[in-house]
């Protein structure tokens, strides 16, 4: 089983999963063309994807997930209020598969995990993979922690946890107050010490990658999101891997 990104960050997402012969695509925030080209830097092609799941409709998470499904002849998962706030702008699947944010489901070598995660969104989701024997978590786009994702993410293999900003920088910097106050709400994305002392709480003795995501390129740093997940593991900070928006992630195997 292994992951990697395509991007991470307010300007598009896209995650990869792969376990056996199942690939799937986890949000697709970018076009069709530059999609494939972010594939293509994996070594890997749009038409090989078994599906596409959204965690919701936000246009850097949701706005390309319908050609590309289109390209890929396959399927896209989202739950009932992701797909209703895409149709609404008519940037829904032709193929949709809804989900519920607390039943599992399989995909070909995949269990896929679902959970519902406090953002302002319509219904929004994450996710936990498992090929049966490793688990891959899951987590951006979440103003707070609620205990059941804790009890989701804890003891998994690899864990990518948003880690959108450091308060100090957001509260200082130039963004307007209308904005940073959606951030830092209870709806909007997790800081670098809410990350910190999540993965604090859910590490368990098996865990072999950790990434940083979801970085705001005025409010954080890859260096501050190292020092503070780190410090949380007890661990060097070059240890902790950071999907940043222009070149993602390379592959990480479980």
């Known amino acids: 089983m292994r992951f990697g990104c395509l991007g991470s960050g307010s300007k598009g997402n896209a995650w990869l999963v792969e376990a056996g012969d199942t690939r799937i695509l986890v949000d697709c925030g970018f076009g069709i063309r530059e999609t494939g080209r972010r594939m293509s830097r994996l070594g890997v092609d749009v038409d090989s994807l078994a599906a596409i799941l959204v965690t919701h409709e936000h246009s850097d998470h949701g706005r390309g997930a319908a050609k590309v499904a289109q390209a890929a002849r396959c399927p896209v998962w989202l739950s009932h209020g992701s797909h209703a706030m895409l149709e609404a702008v008519g940037d829904a699947p032709a193929s949709p598969r809804i989900l519920e944010g607390h039943r599992s489901f399989a995909l070909g ?49 690899g864990l990518a946890l948003e880690c959108n900003h450091d308060v100090a920088k957001l509260e200082a910097g130039s963004y307007p107050a209308a904005l940073k106050r959606r951030i830092l709400g209870r709806y909007g994305h997790l800081d670098n010490a809410a990350a910190a002392a999540l993965l604090a709480r859910v590490a368990g003795p098996g865990l072999r990658h950790v990434v940083a995501a979801h970085l705001s390129e005025e409010n954080n740093s890859p260096e501050l999101a190292r020092m503070a997940l780190a410090e949380a593991l007890g661990c060097e900070a070059h240890w902790i891997g950071v999907a940043d928006q222009e070149t993602g992630l390379d592959w990480r195997e479980l």
Request: with cysteine; glycine share 8%; net charge negative.
């Open 109 to 157: 070598d995949l269990e896929i995990t679902p959970y519902p995660v406090p953002h302002d969104a319509r219904e929004p989701v994450q996710f936990v993979f498992s090929d049966g024997a490793r688990r891959f978590g899951l987590l951006t786009d979440a103003g707070h922690v609620t205990p059941h994702m804790e009890q989701v993410l804890e003891g998994c293999d």
